[in-house]
């Protein structure tokens, strides 16, 4: 990985790419999971069968509250941890840059889950078939029973997301 942070529409300014969580929430204030890897350790060119990020809790919150939340694949790959805040976010402050994002979900999943994992096979394959870098944004979407608002480790911390690549060719 390199580059994860979140933003978050309560602190508009706020950058938390030293932070050793990453949050997600859609109640009273949004946050969003960005997350930057390189991918030029795979061949150029070759078939990606499958493509897993894999993320560790440390908490989620409310007990019988749930919400979808998806990847999205962010095709600015410009931004850093250390600077990226909810205002300067590639997506846009309004989750309405599609130049910059692709607005619809790659995978979903419904939170919280035993497994935080999400299939990102299809934006993985784009980015190794282009500048073998990935950008991706993690959003909860959808409140199912009153959103849920979770944080996971971050690259900071003693369990890191892990991305699984399975390819051939």
């Not at 897993?52 to 440390?58: A, F, G, R, S």
């Not at 600077?83 to 919280?112: H, K, V």
Request: proline letters at 5%.
């Amino acid at each position: 990985i390199i580059d994860d942070s979140y933003v978050d529409s309560s602190n508009p300014t706020s950058s938390y790419g030293g932070s050793a969580y990453l949050a997600i929430d859609n109640r009273s204030a949004i946050k969003i999971i960005y997350m930057k890897w390189n991918l030029s350790e795979i061949p150029p060119f070759t078939t990606i069968e499958d493509a897993d990020l894999y993320l560790d809790w440390v908490t989620y919150g409310p007990l019988g509250n749930s919400g979808n939340a998806g990847t999205y694949h962010v095709y600015e790959d410009s931004w850093s941890e250390s600077t990226i805040n909810w205002n300067n976010q590639p997506c846009g402050s309004g989750w309405n840059n599609a130049t910059a994002c692709n607005l619809t979900y790659e995978s979903s999943l419904l939170l919280p889950s035993t497994n935080a994992h999400w299939n990102i096979t299809n934006m993985v394959q784009i980015e190794n078939d282009g500048d073998d870098v990935l950008s991706l944004a993690l959003v909860e979407y959808e409140q199912v029973s009153g959103g849920v608002g979770e944080s996971f480790d971050s690259s900071e911390s003693s369990q890191p997301p892990t991305l699984t690549i399975k390819y051939s060719g």
